[in-house]
C-alpha cells in the first residue's frame, strides 16, 4: 500500500471508486446499454435495409438505361434508313426531271431540225421554180432573136446574175 500513498491515492477512496463504479457499470447496463443497443441495432438494420434499396433501385435504373439506349439506338437506326430512303427518292426524281428536260430538249432539237429542213426545202422549190421561170424566158429571149456572140454572151451574163440573185435572196430568207 505504500505505493499507493506515494502516488497519492488513498486506498479507502480507490475502493469506493471502484465499488461505485462497477454499480454505475450495472446500473447503465440494466437500463441504458440495453437500449442504446437496440437503437444502434435499429439504425443498422436501417442503413442496411436503405443500401440494398439503393442497390436495388441503382440495378433498376441499369436495366432502364439499356432500355432507353437499345431504344434510342433503334430509333437512331430507323431515322438514318428513312433518310436514306429519302435520300434515294431525291434522287430518282432529280434523274427523272433530267431524264424530262432532256426529252424535251431533244425534242426541241428534232422540231428545229424539221422546221429548219422544211424551209430549206421551201426555198429550194422556190428556187427551182424560179430557176424554170428564168429559163423558160431565157429559152423565149433566145428563140425570139437571132443570136450573135455578143448577144448570146450577154443573156448568159443576165441569167447567171439573176440566178445569183435569186440564191442571195434566197439566203437571206
Known amino acids: 500500500m505504500n505505493v499507493l500513498e506515494q ?12 465499488v461505485g463504479f462497477v454499480v454505475l457499470f450495472l446500473i447503465l447496463r440494466k437500463w441504458a446499454f440495453a437500449p442504446i443497443s437496440e437503437v444502434l441495432a435499429s439504425r443498422a438494420r436501417q442503413i442496411a435495409d436503405d443500401v ?6 441503382r440495378q433498376q435504373a441499369e436495366v432502364e438505361l439499356a432500355s432507353v439506349q ?15 430512303q429519302l435520300r434515294r ?12 428536260a432532256r426529252r424535251a430538249a431533244r425534242e426541241r432539237e ?15 422549190q422556190q428556187l427551182r421554180a424560179e430557176v424554170s421561170t ?16 455578143e448577144r448570146q454572151q450577154a443573156l448568159l451574163d443576165a441569167f447567171i ?11 437571206q430568207n
Do not use: H, W, Y
Not at 429548219?116 to 421551201?122: D, F, K, R, Y
Open 7 to 18: 502516488l497519492g491515492i488513498e486506498p479507502g477512496a480507490l475502493l469506493v471508486n471502484i
Open 161 to 171: 446574175a439573176d440566178v445569183e440573185k435569186m440564191a442571195a435572196n434566197a439566203g
Open 110 to 124: 428534232l422540231q428545229a431540225e424539221r422546221n429548219i429542213t422544211a424551209a430549206v426545202e421551201q426555198a429550194r
Open 134 to 149: 428564168l429559163a423558160v424566158e431565157f429559152c423565149q429571149r433566145l428563140l425570139a432573136q437571132s443570136l450573135d456572140a
Open 70 to 84: 437499345r431504344r434510342r439506338q433503334q430509333l437512331l437506326a430507323a431515322v438514318d434508313q428513312e433518310a436514306e
Open 52 to 57: 440494398a434499396k439503393a442497390e436495388q433501385a
Open 89 to 100: 427518292k431525291v434522287r430518282a426524281e432529280a434523274q427523272a426531271l433530267v431524264e424530262q
